[in-house]
């Protein structure tokens, strides 16, 4: 009796095990608390993505942790783009007019035209980082005033949005 106890506990043990590899070092899920990826991902969707793959491309959308806050952005460009956000509110990766195929919100410019964020434009993205903005622009500092991530501080690449509006 006594040893099928040990047992039984050394199975449950190594579920758990498992359960918890797979749900916070392999793979997490997170509510989304903000409007910042705003139309695309909206507040109280629900986010999982995938810790272990750090190889970003334009158009991605990343997890991130700053200031104790998980926060989603979009990847826009990688090490060695040159990026211009210009006074007419556009963005350009490489002298070329951005191409992701995703609807942003929110203006880059204020009301007297001037680029908003703290960077100097054109900005050459760091090898081994990544320029992130949040889709909904107002919402969120992101590159545009912290400059580019690193690949160390990117905490997973989102892989499916769980839409939990009424439910």
Request: proline share 2%; net charge negative.
């Amino acid at each position: 009796m006594k040893r099928k106890l040990i047992a039984l506990i050394i199975k449950i043990i190594a579920i758990e095990a498992v359960y918890f590899i797979l749900f916070f070092v392999v793979f997490g899920f997170s509510r989304v608390k903000t409007n910042a990826m705003y139309p695309n991902v909206n507040s109280g969707d629900l986010a999982f993505y995938y810790h272990l793959d750090k190889s970003c491309h334009a158009g991605d959308v990343v997890t991130v942790i700053r200031e104790g806050e998980r926060q989603f952005l979009r990847v826009i460009a990688c090490g060695g783009d040159e990026v211009t956000i210009t006074s007419s509110d556009s963005i350009l990766v490489n002298g070329s007019t951005l191409d992701i195929e995703h609807e942003f919100s929110g203006s880059l410019v204020d009301i007297d035209n001037n680029v908003l964020g703290e960077l100097n434009y054109p900005y050459k993205v760091p090898d081994g980082y990544f320029f992130l903005v949040s889709d909904n622009h107002y919402e969120l500092e992101d590159s545009r005033t912290f400059g580019a991530y690193s690949k160390n501080q990117i905490d997973g690449k989102v892989i499916s949005i769980l839409r939990t509006r009424g439910i």
